[in-house]
């Protein structure tokens, strides 16, 4: 602490030159002055380097930092403005820092610290502070930190080490916070006649920049008898102020804590005497934090504090010093030692600054170069361990036979007694980017080698008595990457997916810490707003969370209709050797609806009044099977098909609703360009009315909705019991958002069948034209289902409109619905497929098929996939032919289910079904890779359809077999032509559509067989 200078004004007048010395009256404290050009220059001396971190504090800032943090108390450890400050004036003596020679100067405040560093080797506070020495990656408002400082001693004839601020200063630059070599200048830096140690400052800069530290490390060896080779005693010698506390292997043995003036502290190793003195007296006072009381300040031994000198001889030990200037104002600082050195070669691993910690060793090896100049292991080579922290952890480690030796992030080895040649240090564990540099004391040397794996560095033989420190610094850095995420659903289903598969290896390294939606901020400081581990978020679609995996869990919540986003971040903390400052990292995750959805009947509440959500019922509706639940898979590569729903043999999940009341309603709003709607026929289901609105919203959010469509469907099977059959389609929509609503009109007449199943509703184009560059754009086009279309088999085909003129007459190729028991019923009138064919898919038997060829078909550019389902649960064998190349895809699933299929080149198609199991066929999915406004369509041709008889000129009429007919009341599946029926009056009217079978002969002529 300096003492309270009176500062004076004195003007000299000389012939050429005035030089005016400004007043500081009433201020107390030192300014640094300008070294003379003549001194200010590199001292000449023989200068060895020591290791060094070194501290600048902000007094405010970290004062903040220390009552923020653990709360405001005289008990506190704090920086002051010597006496001006309220701690300085405090009753205790820890912060005191007044003028009274009785309180400060010659007083210190032992008990600061605890006599052990941690294992680590970090210094331990008994009070509380925001964290002086904490390691350099901890980010602390008020502090910056400088490492690998390589400090400068002046070594003289008679072996000692010395750094004394009254001879010489060195100065910090400050831009510069890892490895830099400090210059020893000549002479010091004044404020009047009084030297003053002030590394912060540069020279010419008048304001003292005060508050600041050391954390400097000083291996040696010793003889037993604490005395050199020449028999002089080996002694340690500090004087300065303010804090001071000397540790010999992690244990303390000078404590000079304290703001006060420059105090003496010394070891003499060859009596073991540890003492104190001040003024070149033994008049030091010591006073406990706390206290007022004071006591003068006993010498001590090495061997009561617990130093012994038989195991000091063993090998290298570390004498480490933490340094602080705390009062801001006299500053000082002189160490002097003669402990022993020996040439020496030291590996450091480091971690770069936004690197995540990591508990793992490093793997290294030492190499040597042979005669050959070939390098070989150094194998069972005695090296000595340091932490993060410059404390040693073992002084008896050894190589192994291949050189190898293992590095934890911030340790460093020092290998003594080496032999003159090139030696090798390579880094064997990769996964980092590697920066290598090194050193023969202040000087770089060496060479990057083995693709920066390795580095190279030639010990030469010492000419001098001073020892050499070779030093190699490997520097990994891997920044944490965390890769967006995009899950796409084809299903209304809960999906799980783990977003940490895909994140870079540093990662691994990071802890998940939460989600949330993904216009919250990415703050690599702090995650505020983001919902810590399994709890939900809740998006525009759906709801998300994430567990401690990285597994998000997605629900979709109601009718997708857009993106939704999500971050998640990660938690991980920079350092070396200890795990400190916590940074964190995000990724997003984007969940979308696949190019067709289908929801089940449970998608939403039972009491659900919101249409856009889920399914609104209204009057009396039951639950027919049990919902089977699960998740639906992530994998964004097989469109409309998923693992949970291949072994449906009933309804869809295992369940459906079902009613039997009169005008019970089902209504539901979807957003795209066409609608499936799922049931379960049989001969006791009855009549629908179903009616199809717009939706639409002014510029004011208003709604307007406009009626555009009714139907009538009768849901009669006469010829058995099918699963999910899509009994009601609204299609050929422009996209947008319609509400589709359902009654039930039971059939009076005849049986009185008066059930309806609702299974499940698909959604086709959710997201309509997306942009190629867009989150949906890039995942359609990842999983080959860009600019996607579906296309109905059943209807492109009995367009007349597609297909040519036919020869032959129709023999049958289709099962049709036509009477009860007789599922083999075949016409050679194209009315009946008209009228008892399924409206929405195809059905075929045994050795029937169907036979197409997609017009504008690109082998290049297009993918197809073929929607197939068992409507009985039963297996089926479908053999797909297209050229030379025959497929054969086996399926048991009552759902819909879409199988990828390749026609030839010119786009043809032969399906079969090889089974006597029921086969339905229901639509043609196209995808390409380029945008394109190439609308797709299915044709047949005459060499198809040679067995047809003018196919396309075939008069529309309905079948007169008065023996297999059905009533006006017995309309088969989806029959829009029920004209007797009131409830039709307003239906409209929906187009034939066939299908027929391929016979092998002309699958031969199709192909050019």
């Not at 409109?801 to 190729?813: C, W």
């Not at 996939?865 to 030379?884: A, C, H, M, R, Y």
């Not at 190349?885 to 026609?903: G, V």
């Not at 006597?916 to 299915?938: E, Q, Y």
Request: net charge negative; aromatic share 10%.
């Amino acid at each position: 602490m300096k003492k309270i200078i009176n500062k004076f004004l004195a003007v000299t007048m000389a012939l050429l030159t005035a030089l005016a010395v400004i007043p500081f009256y009433g201020v107390s404290v030192s300014h640094a002055t300008k070294v003379n050009n003549s001194s200010n220059k590199s001292a000449d001396n023989d200068v060895k380097y020591f290791s060094t971190t070194m501290y600048n504090f902000n007094k405010d800032l970290f004062n903040n930092a220390t009552d923020e943090g653990k709360g405001k108390s005289e008990n506190n450890f704090y920086f002051v403005n010597e006496n001006t400050d309220s701690w300085a004036q405090g009753t205790g003596a820890l912060n005191r820092a007044n003028t009274s020679f009785a309180y400060t100067y010659n007083v210190l405040v032992q008990g600061i610290v605890k006599n052990r560093l941690t294992n680590d080797g970090k210094l331990q506070f008994n009070y509380k502070n925001a964290g002086v020495f904490e390691s350099p990656e901890k980010q602390i408002s008020g502090r910056e930190v400088y490492q690998n400082v390589q400090f400068p001693f002046v070594k003289d004839t008679n072996g000692y080490y010395e750094f004394n601020s009254s001879k010489n200063h060195v100065h910090v630059d400050k831009s510069k916070k890892n490895g830099q070599t400090l210059t020893l200048e000549s002479g010091k830096q004044t404020v009047g006649s009084v030297s003053s140690f002030f590394p912060f400052n540069a020279d010419g800069n008048y304001s003292p920049d005060y508050h600041f530290g050391m954390n400097m490390s000083i291996p040696f060896y010793i003889n037993e008898n604490g005395k050199d080779e020449n028999n002089n005693p080996i002694k340690f010698e500090f004087s300065g102020d303010d804090d001071v506390w000397v540790f010999i292997n992690g244990k303390l043995v000078l404590d000079l804590g304290g703001i006060h003036g420059a105090i003496d502290g010394s070891i003499d190793f060859s009596t073991g005497e540890v003492k104190y003195g001040f003024n070149k007296t033994n008049n030091v006072k010591v006073i406990k934090a706390g206290q007022t009381t004071q006591t003068d300040a006993a010498s001590t031994t090495l061997q009561k504090l617990g130093i012994d000198m038989a195991e000091l001889a063993k090998g290298e030990n570390n004498l480490q010093i933490f340094y602080l200037e705390r009062g801001a104002g006299e500053s000082n600082c002189k160490i002097k030692f003669n402990l022993q050195q020996r040439d020496s070669l030291e590996v450091n691993k480091t971690l770069g600054s936004t690197t995540p910690h990591t508990d793992n060793n490093f793997e290294f090896q030492l190499l040597k170069q042979n005669q050959n100049g070939q390098y070989e292991p150094v194998g069972n080579k005695a090296y000595t361990l340091y932490t993060a922290n410059n404390s040693i952890e073992s002084n008896n480690y050894k190589t192994d036979k291949n050189g190898k030796f293992y590095l934890k992030a911030g340790q460093r080895v020092n290998f003594t007694s080496n032999q003159i040649g090139k030696y090798k240090v390579v880094e064997l564990t990769g996964g980092y980017e590697k920066t290598w540099s090194g050193r023969k004391e202040s000087i770089a040397t060496g060479n990057i080698s083995d693709n920066k794996n390795a580095y190279e560095i030639q010990i030469s033989e010492n000419d001098t008595k001073t020892a050499t420190r070779y030093t190699v610094n490997c520097i990994n850095s891997a920044d944490v990457t965390l890769n967006d995420d995009t899950i796409v659903l084809d299903y209304g289903k809960t999906v799980r997916h783990n977003v940490r598969t895909n994140d870079n290896t540093s990662s691994q390294n990071a802890s998940v810490y939460g989600i949330g939606s993904g216009d919250l901020a990415k703050n690599v400081e702090s995650a505020t707003g983001y919902s810590k581990l399994d709890t939900d978020v809740d998006l525009h679609n759906g709801k998300i969370k994430i567990d401690e995996d990285g597994v998000v869990e997605y629900t979709p919540t109601r009718f997708m209709n857009s993106v939704d986003k999500a971050n998640y971040v990660v938690s991980y903390q920079v350092g070396n050797g200890n795990k400190q400052d916590t940074r964190y990292a995000y990724g997003t995750v984007n969940v979308l609806p696949a190019t067709s959805v289908y929801y089940e009947d449970d998608f939403g509440t039972e009491d659900n009044t919101d249409s856009t959500v889920g399914i609104v019922w209204t009057g009396s509706w039951k639950k027919d099977g049990t919902s089977q639940g699960g998740n639906q898979g992530s994998e964004n590569s097989k469109y409309g098909w998923d693992e949970s729903y291949k072994g449906d043999a009933g309804y869809s999940n295992g369940s459906a609703h079902y009613t039997d009341e009169r005008m019970a309603s089902a209504t539901f709003r979807f957003t795209g360009t066409e609608v499936d709607v799922y049931s379960r026929t049989n001969g006791n289901v009855g009549k629908i009315i179903a009616r199809l609105k717009k939706v639409e919203k002014n510029s004011d959010g208003k709604e307007t909705i406009k009626n555009l469509l009714t139907r009538s469907i009768d849901n009669l099977s006469v010829s058995g019991d099918y699963y999910q059959i899509p009994t009601l389609n609204f299609g050929d929509l422009e996209y947008g958002t319609y509400e589709v609503s359902i009654q039930v009109v039971p059939v009076v007449s005849g049986e009185k069948r008066g059930l309806y199943y609702l299974d499940g509703i698909r959604v086709y184009n959710p997201l309509g034209n997306v942009d190629a560059n867009s989150v949906a754009g890039k995942a359609y086009s990842e999983a080959g289902e860009s600019n996607a279309q579906y296309i109905s088999v059943r209807k492109d085909l009995l367009d007349s409109t597609k297909v040519n003129d036919l020869e032959s007459s129709i023999s049958g190729s289709l099962f049709i619905d036509k009477s009860e028991n007789k599922v083999g019923d075949r016409t050679d009138d194209i009315g009946t497929y008209k009228e008892y064919g399924p409206k929405n898919e195809v059905y075929v038997k045994e050795k029937q098929g169907v036979a197409f060829k997609i017009k504008e078909y690109d082998a290049d550019n297009n993918k197809v996939f073929i929607g197939l389902k068992s409507p009985q649960g039963k297996d089926v064998t479908v053999k797909v032919t297209s050229g030379e190349h025959i497929q054969y895809i086996n399926l048991k699933s009552a759902s819909d289910l879409y199988y990828e299929i390749t026609p030839n080149e010119d786009g043809n198609v032969v399906i079969e079904n090889m089974t006597d199991n029921l086969l339905s066929i229901t639509k043609v999915r196209i995808t390409s890779k380029n945008a394109t406004t190439i609308k797709n369509s299915l044709i047949s041709t005459p060499e198809l359809m040679s067995y047809v008889e003018k196919f396309d000129s075939l008069s529309v009429k309905q079948d007169n077999n008065k023996d297999d007919s059905i009533g006006k009341d017995d309309i088969d599946i989806e029959n829009p032509e029920d004209k007797n029926d009131a409830e039709d009056k307003n239906d409209e009217a929906v187009k034939p559509v066939s299908i027929w079978q391929k016979i092998i002969e002309s699958i031969k002529i199709w192909f050019g067989k």
